[in-house]
Nanobody
Framework: QVQLVESGGGLVQAGGSKRLSCTAS??????MGWFRQAPGKEREFAAA????????TYADSVQGRFTISGDNAKNTVYLQMNSLKTEDTAVYYC??????????????????WGQGTQVTVSS
């Protein structure tokens, strides 16, 4: 049984930092990523990493502020979030799959999801 367990969410002031963690169990994946969903909005892509190549990709909205990294051996992915803005407030979801790299921006490309962790950025 595959499980993705996230941690690290919480309340942070604007301009601050937070690091999210996600560990997958049950099988290994070639690609892991993070999505987020703000109230009343659709779930959107934030970042992804492919273990085999070390490639990373980011949404324009987080590029330069967020960094995705991880430990392939531990099947764990991190999302370091710096210079947080109030508009970063959302539930952050970890995702894992073997999807083609050019499809990672779509929620439909991912089969496995964590339960989500709330990040609230206060002004």
């Amino acid at each position: 049984q595959v499980q993705l367990v996230e941690s690290g969410g919480g309340l942070v002031q604007a301009g601050g930092s937070k690091r999210l963690s996600c560990t997958a169990s049950g099988r290994t994946f070639s690609t892991m990523g993070w999505f987020r969903q703000a109230p009343g909005k659709e779930r959107e892509f934030a970042a992804a990493i492919r273990w085999t190549t070390g490639s990373t990709t980011y949404a324009d909205s987080v590029q330069g502020r967020f960094t995705i990294s991880g430990d392939n051996a531990k099947n764990t992915v991190y999302l370091q979030m710096n210079s947080l803005k109030t508009e970063d407030t959302a539930v952050y979801y970890c995702a894992a799959d073997d999807a083609p790299w050019n499809n990672v921006y779509s929620t439909r490309a991912w089969d496995y999801w964590g339960q989500g962790t709330q990040v609230t950025v206060s002004s």
